[in-house]
């Protein structure tokens, strides 16, 4: 029978007495998987053996007892011995009559109350003993290794998640093994372990190389003040709006270029069901989407990534702290026990899905266990049951869960394109010159568009990513008292997402894909791996906290700065008078406080052409012009002034207006945007820590330079868009912006040499190094091995503008 929701000693033990033994059984069962004081297991796990034995389940009733007789407590493994004797006895009595010395069951069986916390000035306000008995003495934590890791077998490729290359998939691996962490006299009691994950990388534990403070814990904390949630409502609810709008914008734009397409063939027809309106139909399968979300994640991630269960037990005996914050937790907040979960990776992954709090789901990788320490565990989890306790997790289910789909016929389709090919080069080599360039180029133009797809229906979740992290993480700091366990729990994340891109040489499919559910967005990781002894944490991470147009150049990010949040969390450390774990400066206001409106707008005005391209600028500065001469239009029309009626009816020719002001944007900053570059102002080999340290640096700011390392990155049809390029130098990782002379829809046409065809080689970069919410350099020069790859930012841009003029030109004549 399946385990209760809620179980519980007390009811099992009536539940026995009263000879309802079903339903002892399925509270007896829920403890002995829930709860983590081992006396409360030895009694649940005697009160199965006798609910067994009279329900009429002897074997299971033996089982129960074969395993008690291994406990490492005498007097349970002498209990354990005598009962099992009678059990496997000739003439046993009734079932009904034997109580295998528990006569006296529901005395012998009692409730345990765990051993400090009574009495403990913390419990009853937060519901939740620190770990850390003595947090103003803290202690170095050890070093953890990732545990044992076995390999797949060659050939085997059926369960190997997207982050493993076609290379790997086709190679030898030989198996290897990474020491086993060893476990500190405080979870020596837990007997479970963990169990053996598979993964087809042993990725080494990042380096830290920087010296932690191991700034202490509040011993006895005063609550915070509380939260006001109305914001974080309304943003859920906006987003789950423009989530709608734009998948269903995506949908009727497939349909009806579809139907476009088919009408012009000869011998097909139009689809008449392409016609139709699809709301209904989207919200039906929204609806069946949002129902099935858990057990759909559970099985993408099982199938892709390698997904096992994990025991609370377990966990605890990893974390001793998570296990306790983890039901104590969920009793203060009267929600269910989360079902937990383990991925095999060494990238520190954790993740929190579900419909409903008792279908919600924590799910961590075991190089998140392995390299942090137990409060910071502690920490991480107590953010994801925050997620749980809000409700924010639901919408972001379902917006992950759907946007999985375009982003696995991307990777899916990528790797059947590459194994079609390579088979028609074996099958066919004197036809392979014109048979593999069709089927790398069908493949590969879907596969970009069903990655355009993710990417594009991924937007309208990017506040609501934003905004629920501020909230979790106010949950943990209340909840453990711990601002500056979950300080160095974030930036050891962050140092095992860029230890995981380089040793992986790529960024995973799990990074990407989950990146919206994650507690560190992959991209803002990389900017710490520029950190060194000479260049701290506090250096790179104050841009985040001062620079004035930060507000704005976080709209296209998944994730808030790094270090403000960091420095929200100094804050609360300031509030309880403890140390910082990090020396940052106080979150400055975006425009001061005394700022007239016109400064705010000119502010808005400055920033705008400052995120990663001016395209955004000029659309926002011509759609507000349309705006406002139709408004000027509507206005004439109520005062009669005959002459301006016009523009609020003149539809091509307000539409002209957005042509032609985004072409003039672009044609004002593209010289300032792509300076040109000589070889007397280029910077050769700069320090990444310092080039980034600069907090009043914005992307417009370009700084000409020219660097050398490797290139990182996917291979083949998974990086025909050149999204995925990150280039690992001797002082850190940048990523690559490459553009062909049309831009995005140029790199679906042939090439010579593609900057993808470059990856794992060294290569020599010349370009404009920006800093904005994630550093970026946009190439203009690629070589390696005598091959060049030349980007054309500044000449596609230069069309494009040429272009929007020429169309809001022809617009206004043909008006």
């Not at 660097?707 to 868009?721: A, V």
Request: charged fraction near 15%; include cysteine.
């Amino acid at each position: 029978m399946a385990s209760v929701p809620n179980p519980s000693l007390d009811t099992g033990l009536a539940a026995l007495k009263q000879g309802n033994y079903p339903i002892a059984i399925a509270h007896f069962e829920g403890v002995c998987e829930t709860e983590i004081d081992d006396s409360l297991i030895v009694r649940a796990s005697k009160g199965l053996v006798m609910a067994y034995y009279r329900s009429g389940d002897p074997e299971k009733a033996i089982a129960r007892c074969q395993s008690l007789a291994k406990h490492i407590d005498p007097k349970v493994r002498e209990w354990a011995t005598s009962t099992l004797s009678n059990l496997t006895g000739e003439n046993l009595p009734s079932p009904r009559a034997k109580n295998f010395g528990l006569s006296n069951a529901p005395q012998d069986l009692e409730t345990f109350e765990p051993e400090g916390q009574a009495n403990n000035p913390n419990s009853a306000s937060t519901g939740f003993v620190a770990f850390n008995p003595t947090p103003s003495t803290p202690k170095t934590p050890p070093r953890r290794t990732p545990s044992k890791i076995k390999q797949p077998l060659t050939g085997s490729t059926k369960n190997l998640p997207p982050n493993s290359t076609t290379q790997d998939r086709q190679s030898n691996i030989t198996p290897t093994e990474a020491p086993i962490p060893e476990r500190s006299e405080s979870v020596a009691e837990y007997p479970t372990q963990l169990p053996t994950p598979d993964s087809p990388r042993a990725t080494p534990q990042p380096a830290l190389f920087t010296q932690w403070r191991n700034s202490g814990r509040a011993k006895d904390w005063r609550p915070l003040k509380p939260l006001k949630f109305i914001r974080l409502w309304a943003v859920e609810i906006l987003s789950a709006i423009a989530f709608f709008w734009v998948l269903r914008f995506v949908v009727e734009f497939a349909m009806r270029q579809t139907n476009i397409i088919l009408v012009k063939l000869p011998i097909f027809s139009p689809i008449q069901l392409f016609y139709r309106n699809p709301t209904p139909a989207l919200l039906i399968i929204l609806g069946i989407l949002l129902i099935a979300s858990p057990w759909l994640i559970d099985l993408l991630l099982k199938r892709f990534y390698g997904l096992e269960p994990l025991r609370l037990s377990q966990l605890s005996s990893r974390s001793p702290e998570a296990g306790k914050v983890i039901q104590s937790l969920c009793r203060k907040r009267r929600i269910p026990l989360p079902k937990l979960g383990i991925l095999p990776t060494n990238a520190p992954v954790a993740l929190t899905y579900g419909n409903l709090p008792r279908t919600a789901r924590i799910v961590v990788s075991e190089g998140l266990l392995a390299q942090l320490a137990d409060d910071e565990i502690a920490t991480i989890y107590t953010t994801q049951l925050g997620h749980i306790v809000h409700r924010d997790f639901i919408l972001m289910s379902l917006g992950v869960l759907f946007i999985q789909l375009p982003y696995m016929v991307y990777w899916l389709l990528t790797q059947s394109g590459e194994r079609l090919a390579n088979l028609a080069r074996n099958k066919f080599p004197s036809a392979q010159q014109i048979l593999v360039p069709i089927i790398l180029g069908i493949t590969g133009v879907i596969a970009s568009v069903s990655y355009g797809i993710y990417w594009l229906l991924q937007l309208p979740l990017l506040w609501f990513s934003r905004a629920r992290v501020y909230y979790s993480d106010r949950l943990a700091v209340e909840t453990t008292g711990n601002p500056n366990g979950m300080t160095r729990a974030l930036l050891k994340i962050a140092l095992g997402i860029t230890q995981d891109i380089q040793t992986t040489r790529l960024t995973s499919g799990l990074l990407e894909s989950f990146n919206l559910m994650q507690p560190v967005g992959y991209r803002q990781a990389i900017i710490l791996s520029s950190c060194s002894p000479l260049t701290p944490f506090e250096d790179v991470l104050t841009w985040d906290c001062t620079n004035r147009y930060r507000d704005w150049l976080i709209l296209s990010t998944s994730h808030p700065l790094l270090g403000e949040r960091l420095a929200m969390l100094a804050r609360y450390a300031q509030l309880w008078k403890l140390e910082t774990e990090l020396d940052l400066p106080a979150i400055a206001p975006a425009t001061p406080n005394n700022a007239a409106l016109v400064s705010k707008l000119t502010n808005i005005f400055k920033a705008l052409p400052l995120l990663q391209s001016t395209l955004l600028a000029g659309l926002v500065l011509g759609s507000l012009l349309r705006a406002i001469l139709w408004v000027i239009g509507k206005i004439s029309d109520q005062l009669n002034v005959w002459q301006l009626i016009w523009l609020h009816n003149a539809g091509p020719f307000l539409n002209a207006c957005i042509m032609i002001v985004f072409s003039l944007c672009l044609f004002t900053w593209i010289n300032r945007y792509f300076p040109d570059i000589k070889p007397a102002a280029v910077r050769n080999e700069p320090d990444l820590g310092e080039s980034f340290a600069n907090p009043a640096t914005v992307p417009a700011d370009s700084q000409p330079l020219q660097l050398t390392g490797n290139l990182l990155g996917r291979r083949g049809l998974l990086n025909w868009l050149g999204q995925d390029l990150i280039l690992q130098t001797s002082t850190g990782l940048v990523r690559l912006h490459y553009s062909s002379y049309l831009g995005p829809f140029g790199n679906l046409f042939p090439q010579r040499t593609r900057p993808s065809d470059l990856v794992d080689q060294q290569v020599t970069v010349t370009g404009w190094l920006r800093r904005g919410a994630t550093p970026w350099l946009d190439v203009e020069t690629l070589r390696a091995s005598g091959k060049v790859v030349q980007a054309q930012y500044p000449i596609w841009l230069t069309l494009l503008a040429f272009v929007a003029a020429i169309w809001g030109a022809y617009s206004i004549w043909e008006a």
